[in-house]
């Protein structure tokens, strides 16, 4: 990885997995109390206290800490006995255990320590570079970096080492096909014996399964070599992006893709091919899995454009959530682009964002999830930003109401699975955007500008003021209200999916 900026915040893998936790149990639990340069976070049921350095005061409450978390008698606190003391209180107040969690915490603080303590090749293309950058993950999750599986070895396959993969190939006889749309970008591969059809397959997960069918011909490993992207299962490869099951939790899901998730990705690409969205979402027209019990959902890979035919003349594509880091951990770090002048920058940014959002939803029904891991900024020469690209149909949904009939069209299991009421909707739109995306943007800014925080919430709000349409829920967020946000900690503390996770209140 590239060097932090001179004068950046010291990044440790201890000190990064205790403030996770706080950030979590801080917007979840209980705000804690600001007491000079420290913020004190109550413990009361268990009769505890943790309190942490403060480097940085946000006005929205999500502040930026340094150091290690202390206990009440100030005695410093090691990342596992904060998981451990967060777990107790955790359990006082849900009358809930999860003799899960602190091993999680654990797994996901064994990636971050090895990602940041071992140097890796960088790829050398910016934007993949940008993809393997994220050895520290969602600060508001308690164990954003945790992968749980049954077997190999995390890092052969995982973005932060990285890692370049060649895929394993089967070749599936036509007849045990289940296949959809448009496939070119998968048979492009390699070549297979007539009367069969190409399958590629992420090799960790034919690990995994064990795939072992007289009917389905081994063609081993091989080919070119793909890159493991932010979310570990989507790879990048010569015809595009190949999004594969991988039967291994990552925070909060085991990552397999639904035979209904399939269909969805091909549905919804062919919806969105006839309307014109405001917003730039990168497609997903195909989908093949073998159409056999127990490997249907197991071996599913489905096709995702490359950014190539999206992008602005020299135009070079980040990952959004590198751009925004805590830590200016690579080049596509806000800190190396924005250069003097941060409120031009942001101004600028916010108009390619909030109004094509807000428009794909609240004027055509069409729910995105445009949290920092599923946008891709374009930026110019100057580091400007010119465009954004949105992607991953799994978390892209319909408004029930306004898509009555597509949906009645659709198989029962796959019209579930794209259908939101429209609070459903408000919700995930408002959290991905407003919260995770927006205010974290705002911080890495404030954290080279301190003293603009207001300023950037000001071109905020003027932003979401001067939309054409203005949606109620928006007018009442400008009048003061709350917005929702994703209960991560209390989610995995519950073990609930992220359809079904819960939200709580911010302003």
Same mark, same amino acid.
């Given at each position: ?33 600001? @007491? ?28 930026? &800490? ?34 899960? &969690? ?33 050895? #520290? ?14 077997? $190999? ?53 034919? @690990? ?128 190396? #682009? ?5 409120? $031009? ?163």
């Amino acid at each position: 990885m590239s060097t932090p900026t001179i004068g950046a915040p010291a990044v440790s893998a201890d000190h990064v997995v205790a403030h996770n936790l706080l950030n979590c149990y801080v917007r979840e639990i209980n705000p804690g109390v600001l @007491d000079g340069g420290h913020l004190v976070v109550p413990l009361p049921r268990t009769g505890r206290a943790l309190r942490v350095e403060v480097r940085r005061r946000s006005l929205s409450g999500a502040h930026r &800490f340094t150091g290690p978390a202390r206990t009440e008698h100030g005695a410093e606190a090691a990342w596992w006995e904060v998981a451990e003391l967060v777990a107790a209180e955790l359990t006082a107040i849900t009358g809930v255990a999860n003799d899960e &969690f602190t091993a999680q915490v654990a797994a996901s603080h064994e990636v971050t320590e090895t990602a940041l303590c071992q140097r890796f090749h960088e790829h050398p293309d910016p934007y993949l570079a940008s993809e393997q950058s994220l050895p #520290l993950g969602h600060r508001f999750h308690p164990s954003p970096k945790a992968r749980t599986a049954t077997r $190999g070895d995390w890092r052969d396959y995982a973005p932060e080492t990285g890692s370049r993969i060649a895929l394993r190939y089967l070749a599936v006889p036509a007849d045990l096909v289940l296949e959809s749309g448009e496939l070119g970008a998968i048979d492009a591969l390699r070549p297979v014996p007539a009367g069969h059809r190409l399958l590629p397959v992420h090799p960790w997960q034919f @690990d995994l399964l064990n795939v072992a069918d007289d009917r389905l011909l081994d063609l081993g490993t091989g080919g070119p070599l793909c890159t493991p992207t932010s979310s570990v299962r989507t790879l990048h490869g010569p015809t595009g992006f190949l999004k594969f099951s991988l039967n291994v939790r990552i925070t909060n899901c085991v990552r397999r893709n639904a035979v209904y998730e399939l269909a969805s990705a091909v549905a919804l690409t062919g919806l969105l091919d006839r309307i014109d969205l405001p917003a730039r979402v990168l497609r997903e027209p195909g989908y093949r899995t073998v159409d056999l019990p127990g490997l249907r959902d197991g071996l599913g890979v489905i096709v995702r454009d490359d950014v190539t035919g999206h992008l602005p003349a020299a135009a070079t594509p980040l990952l959004a959530a590198a751009v925004a880091d805590e830590y200016p951990l690579s080049d596509a770090h806000v800190s190396r #682009l924005a250069g003097a002048d941060v409120l $031009g920058w942001w101004a600028a940014y916010l108009r390619l964002l909030v109004p094509p959002v807000l428009a794909t939803w609240f004027d055509h029904g069409v729910v995105l999830e445009p949290h920092l891991q599923n946008v891709l900024v374009c930026v110019a020469g100057d580091g400007m930003p010119v465009r954004l690209l949105f992607r991953d149909l799994e978390g892209t949904k319909l408004v029930a109401d306004r898509h009555a009939a597509t949906l009645a069209a659709l198989p029962p299991d796959v019209a579930a699975s794209l259908a939101y009421t429209r609070e459903q909707a408000w919700r995930r739109v408002a959290y991905c955007l407003l919260v995770n995306h927006v205010a974290e943007f705002v911080a890495a800014l404030a954290d080279l500008r301190p003293e603009l925080e207001p300023d950037l919430w000001a071109l905020v709000r003027r932003e979401l003021a001067g939309l054409p349409r203005l949606p109620p829920e928006v007018a009442a967020v400008l009048a003061g209200g709350p917005v929702p946000a994703k209960a991560n900690l209390l989610a995995r503390w519950r073990r609930t999916n992220d359809r079904g996770a819960g939200y709580v209140p911010i302003r």
